[in-house]
């Protein structure tokens, strides 16, 4: 069976979920209450678009994808839960994993190996 419609089809919906995430992120590091209502909806939004991509690389078999949104979504529920705070470097560090997950995702479509 010929994979690369469904590679290609997660690939270009990784590029979204990944631009919202970022997007969201930027707007939040604006938001000075992090109780506000707009703070939880962006954290609630980019929580769902890193849980979609972990989903999606997993059900396809790219595991270090899938550990790396894991690994995001925890942060992310951290912070929607109070249990941290977003500070600059977290910021900085989502980012990286956000451009991180990016090249993974064309690497794995197109079969490269990651030197990420």
């Known amino acids: 069976m010929d994979l690369s ?52 690389s997993r059900m396809l078999g790219f595991g270090q994808i899938g550990q790396l949104a894991h690994t995001m979504e925890s942060l992310l529920g951290n912070l929607r839960d109070g249990k941290q705070v977003l500070t600059r470097e977290l910021t900085d560090a989502l980012l990286r994993s956000s451009d991180a997950l990016l090249t993974m995702t064309n690497d794995a479509v197109e079969g490269r190996t990651t030197a990420v």
């Open 5 to 56: 419609v469904f590679y290609n089809q997660f690939r270009e919906e990784t590029t979204e979920n990944l631009r919202i995430f970022g997007s969201d992120l930027l707007e939040l590091e604006r938001v000075t209450d992090p109780a506000a209502p707009e703070a939880r909806e962006r954290l609630n939004q980019m929580f769902r678009a890193i849980h979609t991509v972990k989903g999606s």
